[in-house]
């Protein structure tokens, strides 16, 4: 079990403060986490791209989506880490692909490419994940973000996103624990 209930039930008064109120501790974190990745998204592309044009986007409303599963739902079968980063490598794959595919056939301009390759990578990346028992459906997103458009900066972006999100999951993994039974008994 990812969280241990009983170490935030009892223990010291810091402790206790954050069980009574772990859901507020939980969008702080989950705020701050995907605040401090745009953060450093935004200089990376101010130093490395300073043409501009280049930030993330869709992918970034991926990466939040991830987020949120990861830091409020921990619990959830599609919350884990391996399948997080295993969604994400896969839909980052199947994006690229199909961009570069109806990009050769078809061209770069934006418009009926752009339906074909969105709809065409999101649908495989679907299938795959669930093939291969790794669903997360954010990583959905990120499919679509790359078949829209790919560039260097979105997969630095994605990358160093995941992982990192991936290692504060980690880290917090014994204070984070589903709110939805909370949820339910207040309301």
């Known amino acids: 079990m990812i969280c241990d209930q009983q170490r935030l039930s009892g223990?010291?008064?810091p402790v206790r403060l954050l069980a009574r109120h772990i859901r507020l501790f939980q969008g702080i974190l989950a705020g701050s986490f995907i605040a401090a990745v745009l953060f450093g998204a935004y200089l990376v592309e101010r130093v490395s791209f300073p043409g501009g044009g280049l930030f993330p986007g869709i992918v970034a409303s991926s990466l939040a989506a991830s987020t949120f599963l990861i830091f409020v739902f921990p619990n959830l079968p599609t919350a884990k880490i391996h399948r997080l980063i295993w969604g994400h490598i896969i839909a980052t794959g199947v994006g690229y692909t199909c961009y570069c595919l109806t990009a050769y056939v078809m061209?770069?301009?934006p418009g009926a490419a752009s339906i074909l390759s969105g709809g065409a990578a999101v649908g495989l990346s679907t299938f795959l994940m669930v093939s291969f028992r790794v669903p997360h459906p954010p990583a959905a997103g990120t499919a679509l973000?790359?078949?829209?458009?790919?560039?260097?900066?979105?997969?630095?972006f994605v990358?160093?996103?995941v992982l990192f999100l991936g290692l504060v999951g980690c880290l917090l993994s014994r204070l984070l624990r589903?709110?939805?039974n909370e949820s339910?008994?207040?309301g």
């Open 11 to 13: 223990g010291s008064e």
């Open 178 to 180: 589903d709110v939805e």
């Open 184 to 186: 339910l008994r207040i």
């Open 107 to 109: 061209g770069y301009e």
């Open 159 to 161: 990358v160093i996103g």
């Open 145 to 156: 973000g790359f078949a829209i458009g790919s560039s260097f900066a979105k997969l630095i």
